[in-house]
């Protein structure tokens, strides 16, 4: 169990199938005494003394059968009141350990402004806030496309400029038009008209849906959830890619869990990673 906390919870639920089956057993035998307390040797019918002339004798009903022996209830008593003082000492700390990670762990809606503002098929590279108690320090990019409708319901490809390698600020690959710079509030939009996105780092690169197409990336870029309320454009929680299929408003985007760069997001090498705290 201890060590699937460290790699995978498919080893927490073995560990834990595993305790409780030979914890099943070691009750077992407890109950039925034939762990601690063995049975008496047999005598061989050769090694019996002579029986002596059978004497009738009245029936006794003050003996109690012994059937839990004192020993086995010393021991049984002793484990159980060690459990309990071991789970005493050990929950507080993991308390301490592990509370902190799952704390204050819900992402606030920023307000990207008005849709109008976001030119149909145009990507915008997009400068917001994302915490504004925590000022510049949580200032965030992503490049916003409007992709028009989906149906009835407008559609929005929000991609997040960290690298999947290891998290480098992605840069599209084309020409800024920074003479038409757009500002709401606090968020700063610079329209670009990409062939793709690069990595200066190591060379990662993708394509404009953020699917990865060279270099050491393992997975796409993530994105960010979106909603539109009252006309406006509002990001909130990021979420990780394994890939995506077709483009615009009609991508099938095959989204997991939020995840490190570097990590996998499917095939056999996503089981190889350590569970992350909530983030």
Partial sequence: MLVGFVVSWA???????????????????????????????AVQPEQRPPRAAAVPRPARTDLVHDRYPRNVFLE????????????????????????????????????LGPITDFPEGQFLITTFTSNAQEGTVSRRTAFVRNNGFLGTQPSFTVISNHCAHLGCPVEPNGVPLYKETKRFRDVTMIPVLPSGFGCPCHGGQYDTEGNRIAGPPVRGLDRYAFSII??????????????????????????????FPGEHVSGIESWLYPIQPPH
């Fill in 230 to 259: 009252n006309g406006h454009l509002m990001v909130g929680k990021p979420f990780s890619i394994a890939y995506v299929v077709g483009t615009g408003a009609n991508a099938q985007i095959h989204a997991t869990r939020l995840s």
């Fill in 76 to 111: 049984a008593s002793t484990l159980g009141l060690g459990a309990v003082i071991g789970g005493l000492v050990t929950l507080p700390v993991l308390g301490f350990m592990i509370g902190p990670a799952f704390l204050k762990q819900g992402v606030k809606l920023s307000d």
């Fill in 11 to 41: 080893i927490v639920a073995v560990g834990i199938f595993v305790t409780v089956f030979f914890a099943f057993l070691w009750l077992r035998e407890l109950i039925h005494g034939r762990a601690l307390a063995g049975e008496p040797p």
